[in-house]
């Protein structure tokens, strides 16, 4: 097998690409900031940051201000030589009113060779005192170098738009929230096939649902979800996600969580990481290592934001 065809292979089974539909899968089911990958991406019930973009938009309505943030990815895997296999994850927030916060969000992951992409515009709207809804709209979209006339995936490149539902809660119980989030409502189709030889739903990305409650008291905080993959789907994969943080000094967090797969073989992730506030700037890094792609030796994520 070639260079090209074996680095191919790699970054499929590393991006998510799959070959058989030639399409992305949910690129926000990678994480997005350091902060909320150090939790286990335990974030649906927390969502208090630019990662409510990814997350769950209604907490987009308690971010207050205006907020600048940027993650570096570096994933170590030791099939790819000098790829530039990485992650970025960008994300703006502003307030519109007195009730609602627009998010602005991009995410990127792939190599020189092959890369899933997502563009994000979402908005959180403060209903009551206790109730916040959110909605994402975003053009997901993966494209292929034209390397190999041979491989079918070769300068391929598609895309389609999708639809994000969330809803947050503030609850009776002092400190502690509940929060709903709905992936891929319309289920958008990302893909791509000349041949005509695909089913036309193969690249349907499957809608996902995530519940999940945190509670917060004095310095820590805890959150536990349950996200459910293509919900009422064939495939269908639940697992259950836990997380915490606690300050051990002024400004600096300790973050750790992890995940629990559900299903026949699989297993699920740990993470941890830390957190460190300087006036209105935020500095994160979490690792996160997969149970059960421990080839993959795991990643690293470094994470700054910004309160303009």
Do not use: C
């Amino acid at each position: 097998m070639g260079k090209r065809s074996s680095l191919t292979l790699a970054v499929i089974a590393a991006v998510g690409i799959t070959t058989a539909a030639d399409a992305v899968v949910n690129i926000q089911s990678l994480g997005a900031s350091a902060r909320s990958a150090a939790l286990g991406n335990a974030f649906v019930a927390v969502a208090d940051n630019g990662d409510a973009i990814f997350a769950n938009p209604a907490g987009l309505a308690s971010v207050d201000g205006r907020t600048l943030g940027y993650t570096n990815v570096s994933l170590l895997f030791s099939g790819i030589d000098g790829d530039n296999l990485g992650q970025h994850v960008a994300s703006f927030t502003q307030s519109v009113g007195g009730k609602m916060v627009l998010g602005l969000g991009y995410e990127r992951i792939g190599s020189d060779l092959m890369s899933e992409n997502g563009a994000f515009l979402s908005l959180g709207y403060q209903v009551s005192r206790t109730l916040q809804l959110g909605l994402t709209s975003k053009y997901l979209f993966w494209s292929v170098d034209d390397f190999d006339a041979a491989d079918p995936l070769s300068g391929e490149s598609a895309g389609a738009i999708g639809v994000d539902l969330g809803v947050l809660w503030t609850t009776p119980v002092q400190g502690a929230r509940l929060g709903v989030m709905l992936k891929n409502v319309n289920k958008p189709n990302v893909a791509a096939d000349k041949s005509g030889s695909i089913p036309s739903d193969a690249g349907a990305l499957p809608m996902d649902l995530a519940v999940g409650v945190s509670y917060k008291l004095s310095n820590s905080l805890v959150s536990a979800q349950w996200a459910t993959r293509d919900l009422g789907g064939d495939s269908s994969e639940n697992r259950l996600i836990v997380g915490g943080e606690t300050k051990l000094v002024q400004g600096l967090q300790l973050r750790a969580g992890g995940s629990r797969i559900f299903e026949t073989d699989a297993s699920g992730d740990l993470n941890a990481g830390l957190g460190y506030e300087w006036n209105q700037l935020m500095f994160d890094y979490g690792y996160h290592i997969p149970l059960d792609l421990t080839e993959t030796n795991g990643s690293h994520r470094f994470s700054l934001a910004w309160k303009l």
